[in-house]
């Protein structure tokens, strides 16, 4: 299982830092990793958005 290490992440529409933001993770929510690319993941969450994360901003636990 993978989750947010933010205390707030933002959920991107696509994999880049000025993409709109679709929703905001907060810590600790729970991810599902649909795909890994270089610096971003495509993730849903517990509530059915999904959009990108950046890699860094999760972990597994």
Not at 17 to 31: D, G, I, M, W
Request: charged share 25%; proline share 3%; hydrophobic share 35%.
């Amino acid at each position: 299982m993978f989750r947010v290490n933010l205390n707030v992440a933002d959920i991107r529409l696509r994999p880049r830092f000025k993409s709109e933001r679709v929703t905001q993770a907060l810590f600790n929510e729970p991810l599902e990793i649909l795909q890994r690319l270089e610096n971003y993941s495509h993730v849903r969450l517990w509530d059915g958005y999904q959009g990108y994360i950046n890699n860094n901003f999760y972990d597994s636990r």
